[in-house]
Structures are given as C-alpha cells and as structure tokens.
C-alpha cells in the first residue's frame, strides 16, 4: 500500500483540514497500534519531503482527473474542496455559512501593507498609506487576520504586527510565497526610529566603539565641570 492512498483516505475521511504535523502524528500512533501491520510500521516516521511529495502528486492527479473536486493546500493544511462551479447545488444541499462582512478598500489596503512589509509597526503602515490606520488595525486584530508578533528593537518598542494563518485561508493562499508579485509596495522607502543606545546586557543596539566613545564624552564633560579642589594662599 503506497504512501499516496494512505494520504488519500484519511483526507477523503477528515472533517477538517489537516497539516502534514498533524499527519505524521497520525502515522506515529498508527504504527504502535496493538494491530499495526508491517506497512503501518514502516511508515512510523516517514519524512515531511516525502509526505508532501506525495500530497502534491495527488492534488495533481485530481486536477488531470477533472473530477467535481480536487485536493488544496491552504494556509498550510490539505482538504478535498468541490470545483466552484458546483456551489448553486451544493449550498441547496448544505446551506450557507454566515460569513463575516466584507473588508473594506481601507481593511484591504492595510492588511495588503501588513502581508507585504511584515512584520511591521502601525506607525510603518501609517507612513504608506498616509492616514491614520488605528480604527482599520483594531478591525483586523478582531477578524483574526492580523496579529502581534513581537516588538521593534527602537525607542519606545512598539508593537510589530503580522498576517495569521486565518488571513492565508480567508484569501485561500497556500502560503505567503503564494502572493501576488508587489514589488512596488515592498520598495516603499520607510523611516524608522533610531535604537536606543543602552549598555545593558541583550538589549544593547548600539556598537561597542559608539557607546565607548558615548562614556568618553560623559567622562571629558564630568572633569570639564568639575569645581577646583586647589586652596588659594590667604
């Protein structure tokens, strides 16, 4: 039994999308089950490489097969999807999920500038888009589509933001390398605050020369202002 239909029947039978993790997890336990078989065994730590080889050649193989559904990889994780020219009869037949308001032109623009520029503060976003984007930023943090991923190493530390898996399967993106080409928007020149000159240990932004020459300077002002200590003859 190849690795392929392996694949195969346990998307067929998933009521989720699934990650190749979450797959080999399964081939792990599968292969010290009390009935494993020789080929359950062998599989117990098949590769990632492989795994996705074998994924891909089977999303190709239902693509040729022109068949009402095919196999996607989005935001990381596979699923057998219907064909979007069968969706008139399917949502008779399942119904429609409430889906969330549309975003809008100023949502996209910034979420656009977040997916290109990552990660970035929202001062960044502001200077390319020219407006303040507080209320748009506070929309996508609540959507799910955007999240803080960390702080800048500048004065004040501000938030960084970034896409999440969510904006990935919202646009149906395998992954970031799957955006369109904006060479543009990647070019946009941006000012960026100066790091904070700090001596103290993993916080240093500053080069060792620059902050020894910063305490030279201190040193020359302190002997500079220093009052005369010499007794003057009565």
Avoid at 11 to 35: G, H, M, T
């Amino acid at each position: 039994m190849e690795l392929k239909s392996i694949l195969e029947s346990l998307l067929f039978s998933a009521q989720k999308p699934v990650s190749v993790k979450e797959l080999r997890d399964i081939f792990a336990a599968a292969a010290i089950a009390e009935d494993a078989d020789e080929t359950a065994k062998s599989l117990k730590k098949v590769k990632d490489d492989d795994m996705t080889a074998a994924l891909e050649e089977l999303a190709r193989e239902h693509e040729t097969a022109a068949r009402s559904y095919r196999l996607a990889c989005v935001a990381g994780a596979w699923q057998f999807v219907s064909q979007p020219e069968f969706s008139p009869w399917l949502r008779v037949l399942v119904g429609e999920k409430i889906r969330p308001s549309r975003l809008s032109q100023a949502a996209l623009e910034t979420l656009a500038i977040i997916a290109y520029r990552q990660p970035v503060t929202r001062a960044e976003v502001e200077q390319v888009r020219g407006v303040n984007v507080d209320g748009t930023m506070q929309t996508l943090l609540e959507r799910g589509l955007v999240e803080q991923s960390g702080r800048a190493e500048v004065v004040g530390r501000p938030a960084l933001y970034s896409s999440t898996p969510l904006f990935l399967e919202y646009f149906g993106l395998r992954g970031l390398d799957d955006l369109p080409a904006a060479d543009e928007l990647r070019r946009i020149k941006i000012e960026r605050p100066i790091a904070p000159v700090t001596a103290d240990a993993g916080l240093a932004t500053a080069p060792p020369e620059q902050l020894q020459l910063n305490e030279e300077v201190k040193m020359k002002n302190e002997e500079t202002t220093a009052p005369d200590s010499t007794e003057t003859p009565s």
